[in-house]
């Protein structure tokens, strides 16, 4: 079973930046998507990269700050997070959009704080 292994979260300051990355055995093979959730509300996608990474799109509340990218080389994709804002507080997760639902099993996250 392929797993998702998230990092790079942590707690910075409003206007701060943070670099997330996603590692799993077969990001080479598919579009990635980025997720949040935050306390008290449902998962939301943010951002997705197509497969061979010439492609992206963001939701609203994120473009402008946010920038995903891959390296398929190294089976992983990141979300380099600027203008940091407290309502991007969440636990921040990778898969593989599909459909309503994700193709995966959810990793663990990481958790984004921003303090204001």
């Known amino acids: 079973q392929v797993q998702l292994v998230e990092s790079g979260g942590g707690l910075v300051q409003a206007g701060g930046s943070l670099r997330l990355s996603c590692a799993a055995s077969?990001?080479?093979?598919?579009?990635m998507g980025w997720y949040r959730q935050a306390p008290g509300k449902q998962r939301e996608l943010v951002a997705t990269?197509?497969?061979?990474?010439?492609?992206?799109i963001y939701a609203d509340p994120v473009k402008g700050r946010f920038t995903i990218s891959r390296d398929n080389a190294k089976n992983t994709v990141y979300l380099q997070m600027n203008s940091l804002k407290p309502e991007d507080t969440a636990v921040y997760y990778c898969?593989?959009?599909?459909?309503?639902?994700?193709?995966?099993?959810w990793g663990q996250g990481t958790q984004v704080t921003v303090s204001s």
């Open positions: 077969t990001v080479r093979f598919n579009a």
């Open positions: 990269i197509s497969r061979g990474g010439t492609s992206t």
């Open positions: 898969n593989v959009p599909s459909g309503s639902s994700p193709l995966l099993a």
